[in-house]
């Protein structure tokens, strides 16, 4: 470790991959612009690995890892996130790091059509009501 710190291989990789990841999480902003329903939300991140959304709390984030899975896409339900799984449960937390941008297009494309897909079951079920 001392002898790539010294040698600044860190710093050359570190440069390269911010080039990498900026253009990644880029292309799923752009993605998510273009493909997920007006009724969620996201972060824009100045650096890091992911993304996280927020769909409307009538979508619970577990629940749709389900739908999301049959259009073979998956992302990390909140609660995860949350001491006890108390909270989180419209949120999901999206990596943008490993796919390429091509990748990563398609898979937004998948995820907004299994997110609308719950938002039109919801409507239903309140239409019912």
């Not at 010294?6 to 292309?27: F, P, T, W």
């Not at 752009?30 to 969620?40: K, L, Q």
């Not at 898979?107 to 309140?126: C, H, N, T, Y």
Request: neutral net charge; aromatic residues 8%.
């Amino acid at each position: 470790a001392y002898d790539i710190c010294q040698r600044g291989l860190i710093r050359a990789h570190v440069r390269k991959i911010r080039h990498v990841y900026r253009e990644r999480r880029d292309a799923m902003l752009r993605a998510m612009e273009a493909h997920f329903p007006p009724e969620v939300q996201w972060t824009r991140p100045q650096g890091g690995l992911f993304l996280w959304a927020r769909m409307p709390e009538c979508v619970d984030s577990e629940d749709l890892l389900k739908v999301a899975v049959e259009e073979k896409v998956a992302f990390v339900p909140g609660r995860a996130f949350y001491p006890g799984g108390d909270g989180g449960h419209c949120c999901m937390r999206l990596n943008f790091s490993f796919s390429p941008p091509e990748i990563i297009e398609e898979g937004i494309r998948r995820l907004g059509r299994a997110i609308q897909r719950k938002l039109d079951e919801e409507s239903m079920v309140e239409s019912q009501e």
